[in-house]
T-cell receptor, first 112, second 114 residues
């Protein structure tokens, strides 16, 4: 069974440019999470979806970050414009409601 | 608010030696506790979890952890490590009733040397 798929795996951009990350969760998982993992730190939740509804986005910096999950399956996380401090790994995870979270390999973003 | 403290940022150990990775948490309510492992360039994988019941929890790859409520600790142990155990280990906590809101520690880098 396929796990959580994320793309791209690596992205290098210049500051002030936009960037988008894509996540395909495990089939049947209604809950989808986006996490930010800074170097040397544990993941921090950015946003959680139940189907297509964002039920917890309290940690998402809404001035430059946005996310969508239009059909309740795939999700996209966008940053516009990117700043130097956004360099990090962006992890996607999925689960059944109230179930164990399964993580994707992440997208490593470098902002120059 | 809940928080997790992993007391060691790095733990070097020789192959076949025992290891303990320490984790303390703070919470005003009962919690669920987890240990995840992250291999280089990979996502996090669940090693084990404590929800309730027996305080000694066994997980995958020969790891186990013990929940100590009085000391608010959930230390991870393995009696004999292998080179392949070299990875980053994260302790996490969530409120009872679900896994939805995981709070992670900063991680412990386990380096196993031959």
């Amino acid at each position: 069974e396929a796990g959580v798929v994320q793309s791209p795996r690596y992205k290098i951009i210049e500051k002030k440019q936009p960037v988008a990350f894509w996540c395909n969760p495990i089939s049947g998982h209604n809950t989808l999470y986006w996490y930010l993992q800074n170097l040397g730190q544990g993941p921090e939740l950015l946003i959680r979806y139940e189907n297509e509804e964002a039920v917890d986005d309290s940690q998402l910096p809404k001035d430059r970050f946005s996310a969508e999950r239009l059909k309740g399956v795939d999700s996209t996380l966008k940053i516009q414009p990117a700043e130097l401090g956004d360099s990090a790994v962006y992890l996607c995870a999925s689960s059944f409601p109230q179930g164990e979270q399964f993580f994707g390999p992440g997208t490593r973003l470098t902002v120059l | 608010a809940q928080s997790v403290t992993q007391l060691d940022s790095q733990v070097p150990v020789f192959e076949e030696a025992p290891v303990e990775l320490r984790c303390n948490y703070s919470s005003s309510v009962s919690v669920y506790l987890f240990w995840y492992v992250q291999y280089p360039n990979q996502g996090l994988q669940l090693l084990l979890k404590y929800l309730s019941g027996s305080t000694l929890v066994k997980g995958i790859n020969g790891f186990e952890a013990e929940f100590n409520k009085s000391q608010t600790s959930f230390h991870l142990r393995k009696p004999s490590v292998h080179i392949s155990d070299t990875a980053e280990y994260f302790c996490a906590v969530s409120e009872p009733g679900g896994y939805n809101k995981l709070i992670f520690g900063a991680g412990t880098r386990l380096a196993v040397h031959p």
